[in-house]
Every structure is written in C-alpha cells, then in structure tokens.
C-alpha cells in the first residue's frame, strides 16, 4: 500500500488547508486512517483518525473543533481539513492507514502557519 499526501503549504495565522491522502489499495474501506505531525524537535502525535466506514472520528485536544477528518472510500482518499490555524500546528503532517498487523505510512507534507 502506497500513501500520497498532498495540500500542504505556507499559510498565514488563521487561514485553511485541506490536506489529502490517496492511496493506492483496492481494501481501503477496510483501514482504520489517521493523521499524525510531527514538529522539529518534538514527537510524532496522533492529530486524527476515522474508523473504517467513517461512523467514527476522534481528534486530540489541541485540534479540537478546528480541525475535520473524513474520508472517501470510493476515492481511496483521506482527508483533513484544517481551519483557524496556529503557529504551533507547523510540523510535518503523515497519513497513516491501520489494518490488522498492516501498519503503513505516507512521506509526508510540511504544514507551516507563520505571518
């Protein structure tokens, strides 16, 4: 299973970015997906993630009604909508799909939110 993510950028204090992940599995649906980040210097953290058929999300504290996960199973894509953005949400963000003892991981898309 490949992961591509894409959408990431410079962007100001406040504004939006969708970022996607398209990957390249004709089981999507099955895979539990989730977005981590990882900022310079710091850990990797689980920012979101949505259950297979998509019934379920659940978000970390920091992200909490700013941020929206969803996905399209007919696209075999992820995505991650991210609003009123922070200085602090500046890190590298990855796609991660979870099924069984599969565990894979895209490359990667910086994020970073600076005026």
């Known amino acids: 299973v490949q992961l591509v993510e894409s959408g990431g950028g410079l962007v100001q204090p406040g504004g939006s970015l969708r970022l996607s992940c398209a990957a390249s599995?004709?089981?999507?649906?099955?895979?539990?997906m989730s977005w981590y980040r990882q900022a310079l210097g710091r850990g990797r953290e689980l920012v979101a993630d949505?259950?297979?058929?998509?019934?379920?999300?659940n978000y970390a504290d920091s992200v909490k009604g700013r941020f929206t996960i969803s996905r399209d199973n007919a696209k075999n894509t992820v995505y991650l909508q991210m609003n009123s953005l922070k200085p602090e949400d500046t890190a590298v963000y990855y796609c991660?799909?979870?099924?069984?003892?599969?565990?894979?991981w895209g490359q990667g898309t910086q994020v970073t939110v600076s005026s």
């Open positions: 599995t004709f089981t999507f649906s099955s895979f539990v």
């Open positions: 991660n799909a979870v099924k069984s003892l599969y565990d894979y």
């Open positions: 949505i259950s297979s058929v998509g019934g379920s999300t």
